[in-house]
Nanobody
């Protein structure tokens, strides 16, 4: 599966951005999707995940209540709506796909994903 992430940019603290991840190449009803981020000098960390078919969602504690992951089946696209952004949200954001699974612990580790998008930069100024 091929993934194309977009939507990053520069925003002031408290602002919003919506990231998109367009997927192609497979039938996505049997997939799970995830968003990760990586700040300079830090490891890649889990942000949000979703099972494509059932729509179950998972979030890291740092973004819960501020970020929302969703999908558009017709467009084979997954979104990450980011509200109330903070300077510490600054990072390169990546979308990723894995074979279908149920359970939060299966979505939080980068090694559990098979395909990755190219990343999109999000910068939040204070």
């Amino acid at each position: 599966v091929q993934l194309q992430a977009s939507g990053g940019g520069l925003v002031q603290a408290g602002g919003s951005l919506r990231l998109s991840c367009a997927a192609s190449g497979r039938t996505f009803s049997r997939y799970g999707m995830g968003w990760f981020r990586q700040a300079p000098g830090k490891e890649r960390e889990f942000v949000a995940g979703m099972t494509w078919s059932s729509g179950d969602t998972y979030y890291s504690d740092s973004v819960k209540g501020r970020f929302t992951i969703s999908r558009d089946n017709a467009k084979n696209t997954v979104y990450l709506q980011m509200n109330s952004l903070k300077p510490e949200d600054t990072a390169v954001y990546y979308c990723a796909a894995r074979t279908y699974a149920s359970g939060r612990y299966l979505y939080t580790e980068p090694r559990n994903y098979d395909s990755w998008g190219q990343g999109t930069q999000v910068t939040v100024s204070s």
